[in-house]
């Protein structure tokens, strides 16, 4: 058991649309905010999507108004839709989750799954 299984990633068209999912492990505990980051070829790791458990997102400038994050907490899993895909967005996005109380946090990271976008 891992405590993040990540898929729905592959290759798509520009234009085109992917998404991904992300199921949490029930025994990490509370879970608090889930996100989704993305490393592109040569390039840092980034921060594309988060949302916190009151449904509060935040999303990076270049993905706003393409990209949606939506999480069900009865199902331990947050996901990522995402639409009008450009070449840019290519690369490998993790899922990314924080749990735990306060005093006892944790953070998670998946495995990643590739994300690749033609022209």
């Known amino acids: 058991q891992v405590p993040l299984v990540e898929s729905g990633g592959g290759l798509v068209q520009a234009g085109g649309s992917l998404r991904l999912s992300c199921v949490a492990s029930?025994?990490?505990?509370?879970?608090?905010?889930m996100a989704w980051y993305r490393q592109a070829p040569g390039k840092q790791r980034e921060l594309v999507a988060a949302i916190a458990a009151d449904g509060s997102t935040n999303y990076a400038d270049s993905v706003k108004g393409r990209f949606t994050i939506s999480r069900d907490n009865a199902d331990n899993t947050v996901y990522l839709q995402m639409d009008s895909l450009k070449p840019e967005d290519t690369g490998v996005y993790y899922c990314?989750?924080?749990?735990?109380?306060?005093?006892?946090?944790?953070?998670?990271w998946g495995q990643g799954t590739q994300v690749t976008v033609s022209s």
């Open positions: 029930r025994n990490i505990g509370r879970i608090n905010i």
């Open positions: 990314n989750v924080d749990a735990g109380q306060i005093w006892s946090r944790v953070n998670y």
